[in-house]
C-alpha cells in the first residue's frame, strides 16, 4: 500500500504535456507534495503504476462539460488497478488567435478532443459555423 504521507514525494503519472489540466488537478489533490510524470496516452498512465514506475496514476474519469470518459472507465476494469481517492478542478478554456485577429474570420479551431468536447456548445453556435480539428498533446 502506497504511503501518502511519507516525506518523500509521491511519482504521480497523468496523461498530458506538463501544464495540462490533469497536472494541476494533481498539485491541487497532493498540495503540491507529488511529483508528477507525463505520460502520452491513458494506457501509459495505467502501466507505469502496474509496473511500479509511479506509485499513484492520476486521471479523468467523469467530466461535467463532457460527460465519461469512457476509455478510462475501460482501462480500469483492465488493468487490476483501482480508484483510491478523488477530486474535482474547475476546468476554464480561453479562444487563442494571433494579433489583430477578428471572431469573424476565424473558420477553424485547433484543440485536444476533450477540450473540443468541453467548449461544443460555444462552437455550435459560432455564427458561419467553424471547423473543429483534433490535435493530442
Not at 501544464?19 to 488537478?25: H, L, P, W
Not at 498512465?45 to 509511479?54: M, N
Not at 472507465?73 to 479562444?95: A, F
Not at 473543429?132 to 498533446?137: C, I, L, P, R, T
Amino acid at each position: 500500500m502506497t504511503n501518502f504521507n511519507s516525506t518523500t514525494p509521491l511519482n504521480v503519472a497523468f496523461q498530458g504535456e506538463p501544464g495540462a489540466y490533469s497536472e494541476a488537478a494533481l498539485f491541487e489533490y497532493f498540495s503540491g507534495k507529488a511529483a508528477a510524470v507525463s505520460k502520452a496516452r491513458f494506457e501509459d498512465v495505467f502501466d507505469a503504476v502496474e509496473d511500479g514506475t509511479c506509485q499513484l496514476g492520476f486521471i479523468p474519469i467523469e467530466n461535467s462539460l463532457a460527460g465519461s470518459i469512457h476509455r478510462n472507465y475501460d482501462l480500469l476494469r483492465e488493468h487490476n488497478l483501482h480508484i483510491v481517492g478523488e477530486t474535482t478542478l474547475r476546468v476554464r478554456h480561453c479562444l487563442i488567435a494571433a494579433p489583430g485577429a477578428s471572431m469573424d474570420k476565424i473558420t477553424k479551431v485547433i484543440s485536444h478532443p476533450q477540450a473540443l468536447d468541453q467548449c461544443r456548445g460555444f462552437l455550435n453556435r459560432w455564427e458561419g459555423g467553424i471547423n473543429a480539428e483534433q490535435v493530442y498533446d
